[in-house]
C-alpha cells in the first residue's frame, strides 16, 4: 500500500467532553435515535444541515474536474487526483481546524482538517467514478480544548483501490492521508461507511457550533448526525452535550445511555454522564459511574497540564516543568502544553528548551490562528535571546 501525504501543518486534525471523527467496529444494530430528539428545546437553525450537501461537488469544482482530472489512455485514472491534491498551485490544502468544510467549502478555502480533505477528494472521485473506502484510524487519545469543552480527536483517511490492468503507479491501493506513512503503519484502519462519514462531518460542526456558543444552531448538527446514523455514538455524545448547556439533564442522560448502549467504554460519554448524575443529585449512581470511568481513564485530559499551570501559578516552576513534561509523556503532539512547557522553561532560565517547545506549539497546532500566535512568541524570544 502506498501513502500519499503532503507538507502541510501537523496530523492532529473539546469540562465537557466530545469526540470528533471517531471511527467505530462493527457494532450491533442501534436503537432508533428519535426518542434522543427534543426539537421543542431548541429555535429553528438557520444552517443547512440537509445530507446531501456534504459530498456534493460546486459548480467550479465540476467544471475543474473535467477540465483537469479527466485523463484518457492506458494511464491510472487516480494520478491526475493525487497530482492535483499533492502539487502546489493545484488543490494544495493548508491544515486548519478552525472550521469542518464540506467538499465545496473545502476546494474553496482550499484548507482543511483530515475530514475535510476526505470529504473533497471522496466528492471528486466519485464524479470520476473510483473506487474508494473511507477508513478510521485508530490513533493514541489526542485532545483539544476549546469554548470550555474537551475535544477528543480521532482521525480518517481514504484509500483508493487499484482498478485497471496496466496502471502507472503499480497494482497498489494509494491512501490519501495528512499523515506521513511512518505514524500510519502500525496503526489500524475501520471501513467506514459513507453514511458514517457524513454523520462524522456532522458531529464536527455541532462541536465547532457548541464551542462558539451557537446552542440551537449545534443542536441542528447534532440532531442530524444521530439521525444519519445512530449507530455513531459521538454524536449521541454530542447530542446530550448540547443538552446539557440548555440544562436539560433528562434529555442528556437519554442521550448518554445511548452512546453507552453502543460503547460501554466511551469515556466521553462516562465522564458526561457522571456530572449529569451529580447535577441531579443521584451521588451513588454518580460514584459508581466515576469508578467505571477512573479503571478505563485513571487520569482525564490535561489533567497534568492543569497541575502544571497551577504549579507554575504557585511559584513551583520545577514542578509545573515536570508536570508539563508527564502530560506531554501522554500527548507529545498537543501544542498546548508545549507552549506551556515553554514558559516553564523559560523561567528556568533553558531559552533553547522554550524556543523548542515553542517550535513543537506552532508545528502541531491545528488552527492557522493558533499558529501565528505561536510564532509571534517565538520571533520575540529570539529577539530576547539575540539582545
Given at each position: 500500500?502506498?501513502?500519499?501525504?503532503?507538507?502541510?501543518?501537523?496530523?492532529?486534525?473539546?469540562?465537557?467532553?466530545?469526540?470528533?471523527?471517531?471511527?467505530?467496529?462493527?457494532?450491533?444494530?442501534?436503537?432508533?435515535?428519535?426518542?434522543?430528539?427534543?426539537?421543542?428545546?431548541?429555535?429553528?437553525?438557520?444552517?443547512?444541515?440537509?445530507?446531501?450537501?456534504?459530498?456534493?461537488?460546486?459548480?467550479?469544482?465540476?467544471?475543474?474536474?473535467?477540465?483537469?482530472?479527466?485523463?484518457?489512455?492506458?494511464?491510472?485514472?487516480?494520478?491526475?487526483?493525487?497530482?492535483?491534491?499533492?502539487?502546489?498551485?493545484?488543490?494544495?490544502?493548508?491544515?486548519?481546524?478552525?472550521?469542518?468544510?464540506?467538499?465545496?467549502?473545502?476546494?474553496?478555502?482550499?484548507?482543511?482538517?483530515?475530514?475535510?480533505?476526505?470529504?473533497?477528494?471522496?466528492?471528486?472521485?466519485?464524479?470520476l467514478g473510483l473506487?474508494?473506502?473511507?477508513?478510521?484510524?485508530?490513533?493514541?487519545?489526542?485532545?483539544?480544548?476549546?469554548?470550555?469543552?474537551?475535544?477528543?480527536?480521532?482521525?480518517?483517511?481514504?484509500?483508493?483501490?487499484?482498478?485497471?490492468?496496466?496502471?502507472?503507479?503499480?497494482?497498489?491501493?494509494?491512501?490519501?492521508?495528512?499523515?506521513?506513512?511512518?505514524?500510519?503503519?502500525?496503526?489500524?484502519?475501520?471501513?467506514?461507511?459513507?453514511?458514517?462519514?457524513?454523520?462524522?462531518?456532522?458531529?464536527?460542526?455541532?462541536?465547532?457550533?457548541?464551542?462558539?456558543?451557537?446552542?440551537?444552531?449545534?443542536?441542528?448538527?447534532?440532531?442530524?448526525?444521530?439521525?444519519?446514523?445512530?449507530?455513531?455514538?459521538?454524536?449521541?455524545?454530542?447530542?446530550?452535550?448540547?443538552?446539557?448547556?440548555?440544562?436539560?439533564?433528562?434529555?442528556a442522560e437519554t442521550?448518554?445511555?445511548?452512546?453507552?448502549?453502543?460503547?460501554?467504554?466511551?469515556?466521553?460519554?462516562?465522564?458526561?454522564?457522571?456530572?449529569?448524575?451529580?447535577?441531579?443529585?443521584?451521588?451513588?449512581?454518580?460514584?459508581?459511574?466515576?469508578?467505571?470511568?477512573?479503571?478505563?481513564?485513571?487520569?482525564?485530559?490535561?489533567?497534568?497540564?492543569?497541575?502544571?499551570?497551577d504549579a507554575l501559578?504557585?511559584?513551583?516552576?520545577?514542578?509545573?516543568?515536570?508536570?508539563?513534561?508527564?502530560?506531554?509523556?501522554?500527548?507529545?503532539?498537543?501544542?498546548?502544553?508545549?507552549?506551556?512547557?515553554?514558559?516553564?522553561?523559560?523561567?528556568?532560565?533553558?531559552?533553547?528548551?522554550?524556543?523548542?517547545?515553542?517550535?513543537?506549539?506552532?508545528?502541531?497546532?491545528?488552527?492557522?490562528?493558533?499558529?501565528?500566535?505561536?510564532?509571534?512568541?517565538?520571533?520575540?524570544?529570539?529577539?530576547?535571546?539575540?539582545?
Amino acid at each position: 500500500m502506498k501513502t500519499l501525504l503532503w507538507p502541510l501543518r501537523r496530523h492532529l486534525s473539546a469540562g465537557l467532553v466530545l469526540a470528533l471523527l471517531g471511527g467505530c467496529a462493527q457494532l450491533p444494530p442501534a436503537p432508533s435515535a428519535t426518542p434522543l430528539l427534543h426539537d421543542e428545546l431548541f429555535a429553528a437553525s438557520s444552517e443547512d444541515v440537509a445530507p446531501e450537501r456534504v459530498l456534493a461537488l460546486t459548480d467550479q469544482m465540476r467544471d475543474y474536474a473535467d477540465r483537469e482530472l479527466r485523463i484518457t489512455g492506458h494511464r491510472d485514472p487516480r494520478r491526475a487526483l493525487i497530482e492535483a491534491l499533492h502539487e502546489r498551485g493545484h488543490l494544495h490544502l493548508a491544515y486548519d481546524a478552525t472550521r469542518t468544510g464540506n467538499a465545496g467549502e473545502t476546494y474553496a478555502a482550499r484548507s482543511g482538517n483530515c475530514l475535510s480533505l476526505v470529504l473533497m477528494t471522496g466528492a471528486f472521485a466519485r464524479h470520476l467514478g473510483l473506487a474508494v473506502t473511507y477508513r478510521g484510524i485508530s490513533l493514541e487519545p489526542q485532545y483539544t480544548r476549546a469554548g470550555g469543552l474537551t475535544l477528543e480527536n480521532g482521525h480518517v483517511n481514504l484509500l483508493m483501490a487499484h482498478r485497471g490492468e496496466r496502471p502507472l503507479w503499480g497494482a497498489q491501493d494509494l491512501v490519501i492521508d495528512f499523515l506521513s506513512s511512518d505514524a500510519l503503519r502500525s496503526q489500524r484502519a475501520e471501513p467506514l461507511e459513507e453514511h458514517t462519514v457524513i454523520a462524522m462531518y456532522m458531529n464536527n460542526r455541532a462541536a465547532e457550533t457548541l464551542a462558539e456558543g451557537r446552542l440551537d444552531d449545534a443542536y441542528a448538527w447534532a440532531r442530524a448526525a444521530v439521525l444519519q446514523d445512530p449507530a455513531y455514538g459521538a454524536a449521541a455524545n454530542t447530542l446530550a452535550v448540547v443538552y446539557m448547556r440548555r440544562g436539560a439533564l433528562p434529555q442528556a442522560e437519554t442521550a448518554l445511555r445511548h452512546a453507552l448502549a453502543l460503547h460501554a467504554s466511551n469515556t466521553a460519554a462516562l465522564s458526561n454522564l457522571v456530572s449529569v448524575l451529580r447535577a441531579h443529585g443521584r451521588a451513588p449512581e454518580a460514584d459508581a459511574v466515576a469508578a467505571q470511568l477512573a479503571r478505563l481513564q485513571p487520569y482525564p485530559p490535561f489533567h497534568f497540564l492543569e497541575l502544571g499551570r497551577d504549579a507554575l501559578a504557585a511559584g513551583n516552576v520545577t514542578q509545573a516543568r515536570e508536570l508539563f513534561a508527564r502530560e506531554l509523556r501522554r500527548q507529545p503532539y498537543q501544542h498546548e502544553v508545549h507552549f506551556w512547557a515553554a514558559q516553564a522553561a523559560w523561567r528556568l532560565g533553558d531559552t533553547d528548551a522554550a524556543a523548542e517547545h515553542l517550535r513543537q506549539a506552532m508545528d502541531y497546532s491545528t488552527t492557522l490562528a493558533n499558529q501565528k500566535l505561536y510564532s509571534g512568541k517565538l520571533d520575540h524570544l529570539r529577539a530576547l535571546r539575540l539582545q
